[in-house]
Each structure stands twice: as structure tokens, then as C-alpha cells.
């Protein structure tokens, strides 16, 4: 063979990476290992932007976004950790005073619920759930997620299983807030437009009640024992309290003229709610042995959603116009720090992992 040809045959193995070590002695790169969550993430929905970020809650650093679909909104945790559902919407944002008939038409494709893996960070599916989702609720064995469809009127019902739409329910216009009690047995939802909460009956499947509550109520809190219910009416400055045995207005709270109460916290020792006024900045702190507002806190702008730590020592806000999470000291009473978030953050939701 001549040293010519030598030489080119060298040239060309550099080309094509060849080798002289057979092919079974190459040794296999080990597979890059994804890094697990942090034991306790706080998880905020942004409006505008889409997506989901990641917040470790320990070291209060972002640490990943999700894109997730059209607005996402309402977001709760399943019992076990493992999931987050999350209310997306292709209706188009409609602040107050807008006119609506000017805006696009809605992208009903668009309308549904995420369905997110927590451990993986991952989005599974979308779970189709009637039109325009916006708050969103789970049952405690997580088998089924229930939904208030705000253009409808209506709360659907979807088997996680399969993701179908099983039962829905008419209750009044504009539902936003949407809980399971304690106990399981009941689902209530709030009606801005008829300022009136619904009261279903799972069991019986059927709406069993609605309450006046005051002019576009906006979410439900309840004791951790399930016998009283809060449920705050922006329009009006009040927090209506029911007994959830009787279904009677115990009391209503006036919480200071210019308040706009929106969103709703219980402490997990039931002894402190904690609800956000949105336009009015605040955080205000309502005992509930005397069912009398004894706080409040200033926590940025426009907190709306609304999380407590497992051990009731933080809270934190979702801040729209400036795009942030506030983290609240509930002993001092003080904002500690402001952590970014994506383009208009809206709901919250606190993971912690045993």
C-alpha cells in the first residue's frame, strides 16, 4: 500500500469519527440524570404570559417555567402532591369598563384544564372541562376536578380518569370561586352576577341552595373543622360568614371602606383567614374566634391569588401589574421579599413534599 494512500485512509477515518477500538469496547455515556424538585415549590399561574413558574419556596428563587396554554387562572394541588390541575381559557382578557363586543372572539380550543405532573414538571394533558374554566376545584381523592365555567354559568364535573365531562350544573352568571368542603360532601361556587353563592350536593347531584352574599363575591374559605364558610364580596367591602350546617349568614364583616376583597387563605390552624384586596394592596387578617378584621398588611399591586405555608408562618401573593410574588411574615407582618414571576401571575399554590 502505498504511503499516498496511507494517508488519505487516515484523513478519512478523522472525518468519520472511525476508530480503531471495535465498536462493542466503546463505552456508553451515562444518561444525564434530571435534577428532582425542591421539597416545597410554589407554584403561580401567569394570565398573560401563559405559563406556570416554579418558585422553590425554600431558597425563594425561581427555578423553571412551564408553558402551559391560554390563561391560565384557577390552580389547586391534588392530596397527594403528585398533580396540579390548572383552569385555562381562550376567552379574551375583559378588565372592568371593557367592552366586550370590541374584543376578538374566543378560542374555545384553547378552553380546559392542565393537567401537571409535579415531580417531572411536566405538562400531561389538557383535560376538556365546558367553556371558559376560571376557578377550579378538586375532590379529596382526586378523582374528579370541578369546574366553574364562567361564560356559561354552569360547574362541570370531569373524571380525571378519563377526562369526560360526567354532570354540570347551572348556577348563576359569571362563577368564579369554587371549593369542596371539608368534609367532601358539597361543592360551593360564587356567582359575581348574581352575588350569590350555590351550594351542590354531590351525593344528591344537585344544586341544594344559594346564598346572597353581597355584590361579585369572589372565592370561599372554610374552618378546617368544615362548620363555618368566608366568602368576600369585592363590590360591597364585606365578608359574608356562613354556617355550613344551617346554610344561614352568621355575620357579615365590613372590611374598610375601599377594600376589594378578592382572594382567600385559611391559616392551617383555623384561628386566621387571610384575604387580598387586589386594587386596595392590602392583606388583611380576620380572627375568627370574633369573626372581627384585628390587621393588615400592605403586599403590593393587586394581590389577588392568595397561599399559606403548612406551618401558617408565610404567605404569599400574586401580584399582577408588576409581575411578582410577594412573601409575606405573618409574625412581623411584613412583605420579606418580592420574588419575579411571568407576565401577569394570578393563582397560587403551595407543594410541599414530605
Known amino acids: 500500500m502505498s504511503k499516498h494512500l496511507l494517508t488519505s485512509l487516515s484523513l478519512l477515518a478523522l472525518l468519520t469519527g472511525c476508530s480503531s477500538t471495535p465498536p462493542e469496547a466503546v463505552k456508553a455515556e451515562a444518561p444525564v440524570q434530571k435534577a428532582?424538585?425542591?421539597?416545597?415549590?410554589?407554584?403561580?399561574?401567569?394570565?398573560?404570559?401563559?405559563?406556570?413558574?416554579?418558585?422553590?419556596?425554600?431558597?425563594?428563587?425561581?427555578?423553571?417555567?412551564?408553558?402551559?396554554?391560554?390563561?391560565?387562572?384557577?390552580?389547586?394541588?391534588?392530596?397527594?402532591?403528585?398533580?396540579l390541575y390548572v383552569a385555562l381559557s381562550g376567552s379574551p382578557i375583559a378588565g372592568p369598563g371593557v367592552d366586550e363586543s370590541k374584543l376578538p372572539p374566543p378560542d374555545k380550543g384553547a378552553d380546559g384544564i392542565g393537567e401537571v405532573d409535579t415531580a417531572?414538571?411536566?405538562?400531561?394533558?389538557v383535560l376538556r372541562a365546558g367553556s371558559d374554566p376560571e376557578g377550579v376545584a378538586l375532590s379529596h381523592d382526586g378523582s374528579q376536578v370541578f369546574i366553574a365555567n364562567e361564560d356559561t354559568g354552569q360547574v362541570s364535573i370531569v373524571q380525571v380518569a378519563d377526562g369526560t365531562v360526567s354532570q354540570s350544573f347551572k348556577v348563576g352568571d359569571e362563577p368564579e370561586g369554587i371549593s369542596v368542603t371539608p368534609d367532601g360532601s358539597q361543592v360551593w361556587v360564587t356567582s359575581e352576577d348574581a352575588?350569590?353563592?350555590?351550594?351542590?350536593?354531590?351525593?344528591?347531584?344537585?344544586?341544594?341552595?344559594?346564598?346572597?352574599?353581597?355584590?361579585?363575591?369572589?372565592?370561599?374559605?372554610?374552618?378546617?373543622?368544615?362548620?363555618?364558610?368566608?366568602?368576600?364580596?369585592?363590590?360591597?367591602?364585606?365578608?359574608t360568614v356562613i354556617d355550613t350546617k344551617t346554610l344561614a349568614v352568621r355575620k357579615k364583616i365590613a372590611l374598610g371602606e375601599g377594600m376589594r376583597p378578592m382572594g382567600t387563605a385559611m391559616s392551617p390552624d383555623g384561628t386566621q383567614l387571610y384575604v387580598s384586596t387586589g386594587r386596595s394592596k392590602m392583606v388583611l387578617i380576620v380572627d375568627t374566634a370574633t369573626d372581627a378584621v384585628v390587621g393588615q398588611i400592605e403586599a403590593g399591586q393587586r394581590p389577588w391569588g392568595i397561599a399559606v405555608s403548612a406551618d401558617g408562618k408565610t404567605l404569599y401573593t400574586a401580584n399582577g401589574p408588576s409581575n411578582d410574588v410577594s412573601v409575606?411574615?405573618?409574625?412581623?407582618?411584613?412583605?420579606?421579599?418580592?420574588?419575579?414571576?411571568?407576565?401577569?401571575?394570578?393563582?397560587?399554590?403551595l407543594v410541599t413534599r414530605p
Open 195 to 239: 352575588g350569590a353563592v350555590y351550594v351542590i350536593d354531590l351525593a344528591a347531584k344537585r344544586v341544594v341552595t344559594s346564598i346572597e352574599v353581597g355584590a361579585r363575591p369572589r372565592s370561599i374559605a372554610f374552618l378546617p373543622d368544615g362548620t363555618r364558610a368566608y366568602i368576600p364580596a369585592e363590590n360591597e367591602a364585606i365578608l
Open 36 to 83: 428532582a424538585p425542591p421539597k416545597s415549590v410554589l407554584y403561580v399561574t401567569n394570565e398573560r404570559a401563559g405559563t406556570l413558574t416554579m418558585i422553590n419556596a425554600e431558597t425563594l428563587e425561581p427555578f423553571g417555567t412551564l408553558e402551559l396554554g391560554k390563561r391560565p387562572r384557577g390552580i389547586v394541588a391534588s392530596t397527594d402532591r403528585s398533580r
Open 328 to 349: 409575606i411574615d405573618v409574625a412581623t407582618r411584613t412583605v420579606t421579599k418580592k420574588i419575579p414571576a411571568g407576565d401577569g401571575p394570578w393563582g397560587v399554590a
Open 120 to 125: 417531572a414538571g411536566t405538562l400531561l394533558r
